[in-house]
Every structure is written in C-alpha cells, then in structure tokens.
C-alpha cells in the first residue's frame, strides 16, 4: 500500500542534543511536510517542499533545519532541542500544492527532550 | 489575521447524532478539510468541500457555507470508535492549510 512512513515512531533526546527524524513516502507526491503539534492544539506548518524548492514559514526557528535529498525522503533536523521543543512532529505530503490536493498524514513522531 | 474556530470539546451518546461546527476568517478560500485525529495519532482525511452543500461519505456528511465562513461535520449512528478530535483546516489564497485546534468528541455508551 503506497504510504506515509515516519521513523522513529517515539524519539527521547536529551537537552541540547540534535536529533533526526525521517519521513518517506511511496506515493510519489511532490509536495512534502512537516508539522509541529503539541497537546490540543493546531498542527504548525513548519516548512514545506514542492518538489525540490524548500520553503520555510516565517515564524519556524532556525533551531529547525530540513532536508529532502531525493522525493521519496525528507528530513528533520532539531540542531538543539529545547524542551518547548517536546510534541508530535507530523509529516504530510500531498501530490500538488493546490486547493483539491488533500495532505496524507504519517503516523507522527513523538519527541520527548529531557 | 486568519482564524478557524471551532468547539474545544464534545460528548455525544453512542448511536445518536452529533453536529461539530466550524468557522472560519481567511485570507482567500481553496477549500474546507475536516480530518479526524485519535489520541497519540496522525490526522487522517475524511472530506473536502470547495461548493456550497451538502457532502455525504457514509456515516459522515460535510456542509459548507462560503458566504457565512461556516462548516459542519455531521457524524450518523455514533460508535464508540469516533471519539476523537475532529479538525477543520482551510486552505487560503495562497494554499497555505490554516488549522483548527480541534474538536475532542467524547461518545459515551
């Protein structure tokens, strides 16, 4: 079944000590995603790729780095994380940017930072 | 700014109806998602409006109002396996989903 794939599913790194979360996909979309979301709330966009072009939001700190070496495969990088930094990180991905372009959700990685 | 309201928390009776109501402010409108979201997992799709009406997918049916920045999801003969957070996303002008933080539904037996 073509999929979202995110490792690892749980993720504890210490205070300060970069970490690497993976996302790959099988459905040969263009575009890819990553989210922040913490406890009850709303998914944050951090940065999205269409197809090789990278774009950040404005409010992602530079404390969050990304990389997509190929397009089945995306990269987030925490270069320090914080403790704010604990949520779920969500990776998506959808076949074009426009409005019918429905965004398929990985199962999330949970990052604990002690 | 842009907006997307939404109840914070729900209870419904297992086997009966439950409506979950959503508005938005956006700059721009390419579409409604409703995708629903358990506890410790990944939001999954349920349906997308871009007309007015009425979108019925089962169990589940979905109203959009662009004139009145207003959504529904409609969810039919409730189980217990819908209690869930249901959120509404708006894909603005320059298709960018804005985000609800959710409506947690309580189905109780």
């Known amino acids: 079944d073509a999929m979202v794939i995110q490792n690892p599913r749980y993720q504890v790194t210490q205070f300060g000590k970069p970490v690497t979360l993976s996302c790959s996909q099988t459905?040969?979309?263009?575009?890819m995603y990553w989210y922040q979301q913490k406890s009850s709330q709303a998914p944050k966009l951090l940065f999205h790729?269409?197809?090789?072009?990278?774009?950040n939001e404005a409010d992602t700190p530079d404390n969050f780095q990304s990389r997509r070496p190929n397009t089945s495969f995306c990269f987030l990088d925490i270069r320090s994380p914080g403790l704010g930094d604990a949520a779920m990180y969500l990776c998506?991905?959808?076949?074009?940017?426009?409005?019918?372009?429905?965004?398929?959700f990985g199962p999330g990685t949970r990052l604990t930072v002690l | 700014g842009q907006n997307i309201d939404q109840p914070t928390e729900m209870t419904a009776t297992e086997g009966a109806i439950v409506q979950i109501n959503c508005t938005y402010q956006?700059?721009?409108?390419?579409?409604l998602f409703w995708y629903q979201q358990h506890a410790g997992e990944a939001p999954t799709f349920l349906s997308y409006?871009?007309l007015d009406g009425l979108e019925e997918k089962g169990r589940f049916s979905s109203f959009l109002s662009r004139s009145k920045g207003y959504s529904y999801l409609l969810l039919k003969e409730l189980q217990m396996k819908d209690s869930a957070s249901y959120l509404c996303?708006?894909?603005?002008?320059?298709?960018?989903?804005?985000w609800g933080a959710g409506t947690k539904l309580i189905i109780k037996p």
């Open positions: 790729y269409y197809d090789k072009d990278f774009n």
């Open positions: 956006t700059s721009g409108f390419n579409g």
């Open positions: 459905l040969n979309h263009n575009v």
């Open positions: 996303a708006v894909m603005d002008s320059n298709y960018q989903l804005i």
């Open positions: 409006n871009v």
């Open positions: 998506a991905t959808s076949r074009d940017a426009g409005g019918t372009d429905t965004q398929y």
